[in-house]
């Protein structure tokens, strides 16, 4: 029954993305591509004194790595950047609530790739 509950925020997550499109200004933007399936994900965020202000995403490919980034984008806001850096595939897996083969498990960790990428580049600048 609980694999269930998570199939389906995954679908409305899927079906009505939170955080998707542009920011009016944003001061970071990276994107990932995975070339096993062909899944794209762009975040672009703000950033205010070490804290994630706002995020947005854009993509297109599967369920899974587009609902992962919706979820992941309502996850972090307000967040420092130093708990950013330590998400890992664990934080994914139990945010999704439910095993991924290897394969799947690439599309889960796809937005949070373009997310660390993006904040690594803002601050080098």
């Known amino acids: 029954m ?3 509950l998570y199939q389906e925020v ?4 899927y079906r009505h993305p ?3 499109g542009k920011l009016a200004h944003s001061n ?3 994107g990932h591509f995975n070339p096993s399936c062909g899944d794209k994900v762009a975040i672009e965020g703000r950033i205010k004194g070490n804290i994630i202000a706002d995020l947005a995403f854009e993509g297109t490919g599967c369920v899974i790595s587009l609902a992962t980034a919706s979820m992941l984008t309502e996850q972090v806001k307000n ?8 998400l890992d595939k664990e934080f994914i897996l139990g945010m999704i609530g439910m ?7 690439k599309c889960a960790l796809l937005p949070l790739q373009a997310l660390k990428a ?8």
């Open 10 to 13: 995954l679908m409305d997550h």
């Open 79 to 86: 967040k420092s950047l130093s708990h950013i850096h330590e």
């Open 28 to 30: 970071f933007k990276s």
């Open 99 to 105: 095993p991924l083969g290897p394969t799947r498990l």
């Open 118 to 125: 993006g904040i690594q580049q803002y601050q080098i600048k």
């Open 18 to 20: 939170r955080n998707k």
């Open 2 to 4: 609980k694999f269930n």
